[in-house]
T-cell receptor, first 112, second 114 residues
Framework: DAKTTQPNSMESNEEEPVHLPCNHSTISGTDYIHWYRQLPSQGPEYVIHGLTSNVNNRMASLAIAEDRKSSTLILHRATLRDAAVYYCILRDEFQGAQKLVFGQGTRLTINP | DSGVTQTPKHLITATGQRVTLRCSPRSGDLSVYWYQQSLDQGLQFLIQYYNGEERAKGNILERFSAQQFPDLHSELNLSSLELGDSALYFC?????????????FGQGTRLTVV
């Protein structure tokens, strides 16, 4: 499985932008980059995904490096509700099976 | 609400027993995933089904088994339970399971083995 590397933890202030980095230097040409987050005591929640181009949705933006070896999840204006563990995942396809494998993620703390 | 329903929400049972966890995927989703999350570990992928067929296997113990039924709901069976099996078990579903689709997770079943 192609691996991702994320900082263990990050801290930011409410109403400020947050940039969560992810390195995936062994990414293959057909791997999609997915981001999920897990709020305390809840199941993971889909945030955004992309292949090559930058993506925006109502929750966040995903900026993908030109060589695709890294990406950044951008929360434009953090709220206390954004405090969660954020996972950067490469969708792995092997012989027709598609795993969704989580790493350790980044624990994001938002200060009021 | 993700649309994925897991039952029961909580389960307490004794060592050596067998339990069944149930997952109803979102309407129209064909793929189901099972995960285990212990207190000191991250989300461990167990197994994936697509339209009734097993598609991918992760770190699933031989004491555990799963299936997806014709109505697409799935069950995870855990037998000969040990204290270390205490964890949150999550189910997720997605339309196809291909890399370009997102998965939606249920709220989990908290299993406590005493």
């Amino acid at each position: 499985d192609a691996k991702t590397t994320q900082p263990n933890s990050m801290e930011s202030n409410e109403e400020e932008p947050v940039h969560l980095p992810c390195n995936h230097s062994t990414i293959s040409g057909t791997d999609y980059i997915h981001w999920y987050r897990q709020l305390p005591s809840q199941g993971p929640e889909y945030v955004i995904h992309g292949l090559t181009s930058n993506v925006n949705n109502r929750m966040a933006s995903l900026a993908i490096a030109e060589d695709r070896k890294s990406s950044t999840l951008i929360l434009h204006r953090a709220t206390l509700r954004d405090a969660a563990v954020y996972y950067c995942i490469l969708r792995d396809e092997f012989q027709g099976a598609q795993k969704l494998v989580f790493g350790q993620g980044t624990r994001l703390t938002i200060n009021p | 609400d993700s649309g994925v329903t897991q039952t029961p929400k909580h389960l307490i049972t004794a060592t050596g027993q067998r339990v069944t966890l149930r997952c109803s995927p979102r309407s129209g989703d064909l793929s189901v995933y099972w995960y285990q999350q212990s207190l000191d570990q991250g989300l461990q992928f167990l197994i994936q089904y697509y339209n009734g067929e097993e598609r991918a296997k992760g770190n699933i113990l031989e004491r555990f088994s799963a299936q997806q039924f014709p109505d697409l709901h799935s069950e995870l069976n855990l037998s000969s339970l040990e204290l270390g099996d205490s964890a949150l078990y999550f189910c997720a579903s997605s339309f196809t399971g291909t890399p370009n689709t997102e998965a939606f997770f249920g709220q989990g079943t908290r299993l406590t083995v005493v």
